[in-house]
């Protein structure tokens, strides 16, 4: 049973526009949700976390917003850019440090 | 400051050799992590040390084995290869969470082919 899913395995938007990816949770033990972002041929890289006791977190251009009674998180991207146009990973940790990755979604901004 | 190092980049074995995939770090972080992914999948977590001495097996462990000596260095063997094991390797590492920090550090990856 996956514990963090990614229902969307790709997205399309127009430069400019917002970037809105959804993940979903099962366990309500996750406290840690961070999204990692991956280009081919490279590792991911980290990108932003919430903590489960906010429901928001900004950072430039990049907002995740956790729903925990959905056990529903999101990542905002405005405006979105050609240069976002990678994979993105949603994982979610317990204390213990380990973190369980959704299949992530691709995201293709058009200029 | 290197960050996390992986060798080899890329590898192909043929079945039933063994291997080992190296991963080093110069954070002094005292989590590390070795995963795997496969096409169009998340990352899947084979082992993980939470410092030198000390490792644990991940959702994933069957055919692996690693160990962890220095805080540095986090090997990954591989005995016995399989088409199976066909993959990406990612090595991570990060500072012990609990102290407000869970991000991890990946390394660049070693893509392995077994045939």
Request: charged residues 10%; hydrophobic residues 25%.
């Given at each position: 049973d996956q514990q963090v899913k990614q229902n969307s395995p790709s997205l399309s938007v127009q430069e400019g526009r917002i970037s809105i990816l959804n993940c979903d949770y099962t366990?309500?033990?996750?406290?840690y949700f961070l999204w990692y972002k991956k280009y081919p041929a490279e590792g991911p890289t980290f990108l932003i976390s919430i903590s489960s006791i906010k429901d928001k977190n900004e950072d430039g251009r990049f907002t995740v917003f956790l729903n925990k009674s959905a056990k529903h998180l999101s990542l905002h991207i405005v405006?979105?850019?050609?240069?976002?146009s990678a994979v993105y990973f949603c994982a979610a940790s317990e204390d213990a440090g380990k973190s369980t990755f959704g299949d992530g979604t691709t995201l293709t901004v058009k200029p | 400051n290197a960050g996390v190092t992986q060798t080899p980049k890329f590898r192909i074995l043929k079945i039933g050799q063994s291997m080992t995939l190296q991963c080093t770090q110069d954070?002094?972080?005292n989590y590390m992590y070795w995963y795997r992914q496969d096409p169009g999948m998340g990352l899947k977590l084979i082992y993980y040390s939470v410092g030198a001495g000390i490792t644990d097996k991940g959702e994933v462990p069957n055919g692996y084995n690693v160990s962890r000596s220095t805080t540095e260095d986090f090997p990954l063997r591989l005995e016995?290869?399989?088409?199976?094991?066909?993959s990406v390797y990612f090595c991570a590492s990060s500072r012990?969470?609990?102290?407000?920090a869970h991000e991890q550090y990946f390394g660049p990856g070693t893509r392995l082919t077994v045939t």
């Open positions: 366990n309500s033990m996750f406290d405006p979105s850019q050609p240069g976002d | 954070m002094n972080h016995l290869a399989a088409p199976s094991q066909t012990t969470p609990g102290q407000g």
